[in-house]
């Protein structure tokens, strides 16, 4: 590669890290992924498809739309080097896709009709976590020497980090949310239970018994419950 290309690489590589940054979009740094891959691998077109919560993989990011139809006849036949570096973890060449008709025989007809000539699969890997997996197409048979696949998988790697923590950090935020929702309920419910102490001359305890009784009989939270007692006229 080129000083040129190591420029593009190093501030490519940087900006694939700094994906923790307030206002992380998902969807901007995939893009950002497979237009580096064509930037400075030098493929045709390359396409990202991540896991859904069953396991099962979505196209999520294409170069284009010619890539995003590979990569959905992929799915839709269950054929193809991205499917198979999912599920083994490992990277896939499909170099010459002309010799690969018995391995994926539907996928390597449609990508040697769209003029794609050989297939790379990249896994999108954390430990023993894979989430996903980068395709890289080419126009032609010439394969990628050790440092453009070396290159390929840290590009995948970094992304896969940034995705990671980010989904990481929103599962922490939907946990302090439930959190502060459940210790917000509970000061309302001790306020509940302070006012029909006061009004009706129950103790704390009774005061409960009474908003649990109220809930379960009308079918409401307790939250509710209790909300409607601390905001009644009166109360």
């Known amino acids: 590669m080129t000083s040129t290309h190591d420029e593009l690489l190093f501030a490519t590589l940087i900006e694939l890290a700094d994906t923790t940054i307030t206002g992380f979009d998902l969807m901007s740094l995939a893009d950002r992924l497979v237009g580096a891959c064509v930037e400075v691998l030098g493929v045709t077109a390359a396409g990202i498809m991540l896991a859904d919560q069953d396991s099962s993989l979505r196209v999520f990011a294409s170069t284009d ?3 995003r139809m590979l990569e959905l006849f992929e799915l839709q036949n269950n054929d193809g080097p991205c499917l198979d570096a999912f599920r083994t973890g490992r990277a896939v060449e499909g170099v010459d896709l002309s010799l690969f008709t ?3 025989p539907r996928f390597a007809a449609a990508a040697l009709s769209a003029g794609i000539k050989t297939a790379y699969g990249v896994p999108m890997r954390l430990r023993d976590q894979t989430i996903g997996a980068l395709n890289l197409f080419l126009a032609g048979t010439e394969p990628f020497g050790f440092h453009e696949l070396e290159v390929a998988r840290v590009m995948a790697d970094m992304a896969t980090i940034g995705i990671i923590n980010h989904w990481s950090i929103r599962n922490q935020e939907v946990l302090t949310g439930q959190l502060q929702s459940a210790l917000n ?6 306020q509940a239970k302070g006012v029909l102490a006061e009004r009706e001359g129950l103790s704390m305890g009774e005061a409960f018994e009474y908003l649990r009784h109220t809930a379960r009989s ?4 307790i939250a509710e419950v209790a909300t409607d007692t601390v905001n009644r006229p009166g109360a």
């Open 102 to 104: 018995a391995r994926w």
């Open 65 to 67: 739309e010619e890539a």
């Open 218 to 221: 009308s079918q409401r939270p």
């Open 185 to 190: 309920t509970r000061v309302i419910i001790e």
